[in-house]
């Protein structure tokens, strides 16, 4: 649940921090995992200029800290109804969405402590996308509830109601090569509906809108901007669509159910995440065609995302009852 792109783009200076990271060395295995200190997924993000990977909780109240390789760096605890991760544009902060506080915690990705908490009502704020320096949220308590807000990366200009009357939190996405646009999907719904907002003055407008398929699961632009890819139940492939005006751009034949989908900030490739053993398949930049597949058995939803340089990605799976269990995949 993503985003941001779910993780920013490197500047000269983010990559003379990355060198100085834990990168994952080049002769490590293809794959490997590691079991987090969690025991359910919400959300996952990757911060390149620190070299740390976040995981989110709603049920554990925490977020989990690993360096790139997968290893333990902290747990940030008492937050409660741990969902939505964001990163800001300057890489100092990450966001948490406080589902069971009616708040959004901000905390220092420096020294992994929690800096200050935004208000922003009670209700139950879920998914984070970050645009035109302002963090979008989605949320909702109750069914047809719900709705999207926003609050200033500072803390200020708190408000609900800019998008409002949906059955659950959307899901959100937003892409740097196309601010002030933002993809919202509808989850747990058949059909399922896609919108893609634009902001004008203080609010937000129907720029387009669409059914895309069933159980929608993940939304996410391409790396220019130009597409928004859809995981779903139905069909099996990963959507795209033109973000302008949602017409049909082509499908990755991805099987039955997928569930997450990603693209690489740095080689634009794509990752797609289905509900089968072989859950995790990598397509080249303008291809269609798979370059590398990977088991990550049960994989959870929006549980993907890149890591620097497009070099490694990430993914969270888990059978229930058992440790989180983050997924480290050569690309």
């Given at each position: 649940m993503r985003k941001l792109n779910r993780w920013l783009t490197a500047t000269a200076m983010t990559a003379a921090l990355i060198?100085?990271?834990?990168l994952p060395a080049v002769a490590e295995p293809p794959q490997h995992t590691v079991d987090l200190a969690l025991t359910s997924f919400s959300d996952i993000a990757?911060?390149?200029?620190?070299g740390h990977v976040f995981v989110?909780?709603?049920l554990d109240n925490a977020v989990a800290v690993t360096d790139l390789s997968g290893n333990a760096v902290a747990k940030l605890s008492n937050l409660p109804g741990a969902t939505g991760l964001a990163l800001s544009p300057d890489g100092g902060t990450v966001f948490v969405a406080l589902s069971q506080f009616g708040a959004i915690a901000a905390v220092d990705t420096l020294t992994l402590?929690?800096?200050t908490r935004y208000p922003v009502g009670e209700v139950c704020p879920s998914d984070l996308a970050i645009t035109s320096n302002r963090l979008y949220f989605s949320y909702g308590c109750t069914t047809w509830g719900a709705g999207i807000g926003r609050v200033g990366l500072d803390g200020t200009g708190a408000r609900t109601g800019l998008a409002f009357g949906h059955y659950s939190p959307r899901q959100l996405a937003?892409?740097?090569a196309r601010p002030g646009l933002l993809a919202a999907g509808q989850p747990s719904l058949s059909p399922s509906d896609l919108r893609v907002l634009r902001e004008e003055g203080d609010g937000l407008v129907l720029q387009a809108s669409r059914d895309a398929g069933s159980n929608l699961a993940d939304v996410e632009f391409s790396k220019d901007g130009s597409q928004v890819h859809v995981a779903g139940g139905a069909p099996y492939q990963i959507q795209s669509y033109t973000s302008d005006t949602l017409a049909v751009r082509g499908s990755y034949n991805t099987?039955?159910?997928?569930?997450?989908v990603a693209t690489s900030a740095d080689s634009g490739a794509l990752a797609a995440g289905v509900n089968s053993?072989?859950?995790?398949?990598?397509?080249?930049?303008?291809?269609l065609d798979q370059s590398r597949a990977y088991e990550v058995?049960?994989?959870?939803?929006?549980?993907?995302?890149?890591?620097p340089g497009g070099r490694w990605l990430y993914a969270v799976g888990n059978r229930f009852g058992s440790p989180a269990t983050l997924h480290v995949l050569s690309a």
């Open positions: 060198a100085a990271t834990a990757v911060d390149p200029t620190l989110s909780s709603k402590t929690e800096r937003t892409s740097p099987g039955p159910y997928p569930v997450a053993d072989t859950s995790v398949r990598i397509y080249p930049a303008g291809s058995p049960h994989l959870h939803q929006a549980s993907l995302a890149w890591g």
